[in-house]
Structure formats: structure tokens, C-alpha cells
């Protein structure tokens, strides 16, 4: 069986994404719970991973307990 993401679920994601960099934006870490909290964004690092690719820079750190903050660097990235 083949998952295939659906138009409902790439709209969804471009807002989580959009949501999360403006989060970031201000300066604040963000971490997995936050992110579930604030935007329902259960793939935190999906959308870390989709910044990263165009061209924000953004610093994961990870606790003891393998759980991840996530910092942004550089306010600029490419345009898609």
C-alpha cells in the first residue's frame, strides 16, 4: 500500500510551515510539544526539513532525552 499525500494535506502543511517560520521569526525556540500545542503540527521536523530546504538556516539542539529545540539562524531564504 502506497501513501499518496493529497491537495488537503500539501494546503496543510504550507500553513503548518508558515506558522512555524513565523514562530521562529520572533526569536523564540520551538520544540516538538509547542508545536503540537500551538499549530497541531504533529511532523515538527517535516517542516523543519522543508524550511531548511529553502535556504533558512535553523540550529536543532537535543536534550538528553533525544527531544529537539529548534532555533532560527537566518531570517532569509529563497523564494520557492
Same mark, same amino acid.
Given at each position: 500500500?502506497?501513501? #499518496?499525500?493529497?491537495? &488537503?494535506?500539501?494546503?496543510?502543511?504550507?500553513? #503548518?510551515?508558515?506558522?512555524?517560520?513565523?514562530? =521562529? #521569526?520572533? @526569536? $523564540?525556540?520551538?520544540?516538538?510539544?509547542? $508545536?503540537? &500545542?500551538?499549530? @497541531?503540527?504533529?511532523?515538527? $521536523? !517535516?517542516?523543519? !526539513? &522543508?524550511?531548511?530546504?529553502?535556504?533558512?538556516?535553523? =540550529?536543532?539542539?537535543?536534550?538528553? #532525552?533525544?527531544? !529537539?529545540?529548534?532555533?532560527?539562524?537566518?531570517? &532569509? @531564504?529563497?523564494?520557492?
Amino acid at each position: 500500500m502506497t501513501f #499518496q499525500r493529497t491537495h &488537503e494535506d500539501h494546503k496543510r502543511h504550507a500553513r #503548518q510551515k508558515d506558522k512555524v517560520l513565523s514562530h =521562529l #521569526q520572533t @526569536g $523564540a525556540p520551538l520544540t516538538q510539544d509547542t $508545536a503540537r &500545542e500551538l499549530f @497541531g503540527c504533529m511532523r515538527l $521536523a !517535516s517542516r523543519i !526539513s &522543508e524550511l531548511k530546504k529553502s535556504g533558512h538556516v535553523i =540550529l536543532s539542539l537535543r536534550n538528553d #532525552q533525544g527531544c !529537539s529545540t529548534y532555533l532560527l539562524l537566518s531570517p &532569509e @531564504g529563497r523564494e520557492e
